[in-house]
């Protein structure tokens, strides 16, 4: 088993090699995003356009030898386009399925707030269940199943917020920034020779270590109580309208599991907790209007915790 285990360290590093032919600098996001995968979660990606983001999603699909599947939202954009629809067949006098773009490994959902409420509501059950049901039949999707959304801060013109019951379905939300100066020359010159990429894992294999690491990565009982009181801080901390689920308290403590075993350990350390409290906490804190028009934001909200409970 120990022997094993450094074999699938030695993989985990390889795969960040990989990507890192085709992805300049986002370090953060791609362990966040590898996280959410092995953790069997959804990640939000919040950027301005050409931040690299389906570069990153498509080299994902590619190393992990994936299916990958884009859709570009819009206002017309329909549920059935999203899952499919039922067409009669007279010849078997029958229904088949005429499968959408959610029947793959890696969903791409660029700009999913511009789709209408309607449609944005048919991916809970397809994130939540990872199954579809039309005309009362119900799919199973591929496995793994994983949806990557994308949202623009800044423009909000003809766009439909994510309701709060959406917003909980992604494991994480990403914020990926502009890149430094030496990585914007490294991504232009990375523009001029796409290199070919190994795949690392398949599909069977990652279903296989999550399973794994859930069942032999260990977290002690004062990280547990440590990581549900951060959850439950949300819940009071003055400024916050909402705080986090349940939800939260339950994937705070699995996906710090996967980060301990991203980086070679078999148990959980304070700093897989504390790194991963942002892009777990920061999509399911509802700020009060007031305090939002002082500038602050939820990372702040979650620093403030961070720093007000003392660690085990």
């Known amino acids: 088993m120990i022997e094993r285990d450094r074999d699938v360290g030695q993989q985990f590093m390889h795969l960040l090699d990989e990507m890192h032919k085709r992805v300049v600098g986002l370090e953060e996001s791609i362990e966040t995003i590898l996280i959410a995968m092995f953790s069997g979660g959804h990640i939000l990606l919040e950027s301005v356009p050409g931040m690299g983001k389906t570069m990153m999603s498509r080299t994902l699909s590619d190393c992990l030898d994936c299916s990958f599947k884009r859709v570009q939202c819009t206002s017309d954009l329909t549920p059935k386009e999203l899952t499919g629809e039922a067409i009669y067949n007279e010849d078997k006098e029958d229904y088949f399925l005429r499968k959408g773009p959610i029947f793959t490994n890696i969903l791409l959902v660029d700009e999913i707030n511009r789709a209408q409420p309607l449609t944005q509501s048919a991916l809970l059950e397809v994130m939540e269940e990872k199954q579809t049901t039309v005309r009362g039949k119900t799919y199973e999707l591929p496995k793994p199943f994983m949806v990557i959304a994308t949202q623009n801060p800044v423009e909000q013109v003809g766009t439909f917020p994510l309701p709060e019951a959406q917003k909980d379905r992604f494991l994480f939300k990403v914020v990926i920034t502009y890149p430094s ?8 010159r990375s523009k001029l020779d796409q290199e070919e990429v190994e795949t690392i894992f398949n599909p069977a294999e990652i279903m296989i270590l999550r399973e794994e690491i859930q069942s032999n990565v260990k977290i002690s009982d004062t990280l547990v109580e440590y990581a549900v009181k951060i959850v439950e801080e949300t819940r009071v901390y003055r400024g916050v309208q909402t705080g986090a689920s349940l939800r939260a308290s339950i994937y705070i403590s699995s996906t710090s599991k996967t980060r301990a075993f991203l980086h070679g350990r078999d148990h959980v350390i304070l700093e897989d907790i504390q790194y991963l409290a942002f892009p777990l906490l920061r999509h399911r804190i509802i700020l009060d209007p007031n305090v939002k028009e002082f500038g602050t934001t ?15």
Do not use: A, G, H
């Open 298 to 312: 939820p990372d702040d909200i979650v620093s403030k915790i961070l720093s007000r409970i003392e660690p085990p």
């Open 181 to 188: 100066k030496e990585d914007e020359i490294n991504i232009v």
